[in-house]
């Protein structure tokens, strides 16, 4: 399998503290999570950045205890801190609700079209499913995920990582594990317009994966992943380095904006 130099677009640093996941903004902006994991608790906080990188706030939202995964669905803004599960208004960033979560390590989520949310884990090795009624359960009704962690929706399917990176039919259930076995310790994945899988391996490489013999390394100094965003429009994969406390863009060529 090819493995790639990664062409650096841009590399932010500055204010970050230990910084975990980025998404991109429906106005093109990006949002990056800081869990700051050896400060006191409230100290965690959300950063703005503009496409290229720049500060336009360290802290549009601040007083958070260990902001981890993050999603949006329209104009809701919703982050999962500290096994709770906070919404926010967006653009405003104003506080509409909290959730208390079933689980112990509560990492990652995502939101389906219909408000249900799916959250991962990693203590408990399950996903559990939030509907917008506030009910909560055990997706598929068992622990099946070991050391859930990266999540994401595409089409009808939910794609869960972990100790491997799995497929689960939503309408039907049925869960199949995907990849070859070294591709394991799943944190980010996201997906590509033409449907190619990104996934970054906690503190590796950025993954683009469209089959078992479809799979292309992208790694080069200072990649050393958290939960990576992708910003289409941009054509950049966003990958926040945790402990050494940057947030790398990496072009992705052949894609739209390329």
């Known amino acids: 399998m090819p493995r790639i130099e990664a062409d650096i677009a841009w590399v932010a640093e500055g204010e970050f503290c230990d910084p975990e996941t980025v998404i991109a903004l429906p106005d093109g902006n990006l949002l990056v999570s800081n869990v700051c994991v050896s400060r006191p608790q409230s100290s965690g906080f959300l950063s703005l950045l503009n496409a290229a990188g720049e500060p336009l706030a360290w802290r549009v939202v601040d ?18 801190d500290k096994n709770r599960l906070k919404i926010f208004d967006w653009p405003n960033y104003e506080l509409q609700k909290t959730i208390d979560l079933d689980t112990t390590v509560a990492n990652d989520l995502a939101v389906a079209s ?10 408990k090795h399950k996903v559990i499913r939030l509907q917008p009624d506030g009910s909560q359960s055990v997706l598929t009704g068992e622990v099946r995920f070991p050391g859930a962690n990266g999540i994401a929706i595409a089409g009808g399917d939910l794609y869960i990582g972990g100790k491997r990176l799995w497929r689960l039919n939503l309408p039907g259930g049925a869960v199949e594990t995907l990849g070859p076995e070294w591709l394991a310790d799943i944190d980010g994945i996201e997906f590509e317009t033409d449907g190619t899988m990104q996934v970054t391996p906690v503190a590796g ?23 990576h965003g992708y910003a289409a429009s941009l054509g950049l994969a966003l990958i926040p380095t945790g402990y050494d406390n940057t947030v790398i863009a990496v072009r992705i060529t052949g894609t739209a904006a390329n």
């Open 63 to 80: 007083g958070l205890d260990a902001p981890l995964g993050m999603a949006m669905l329209g104009q809701r803004l919703y982050v999962i």
């Open 114 to 123: 219909d408000g249900t949310v799916y959250v991962t884990d990693t203590a």
């Open 205 to 227: 490489p950025l993954v683009r994966f469209r089959g078992d013999d479809d799979i292309e390394i992208i790694e080069g100094p200072g990649i050393s992943s958290a939960n």
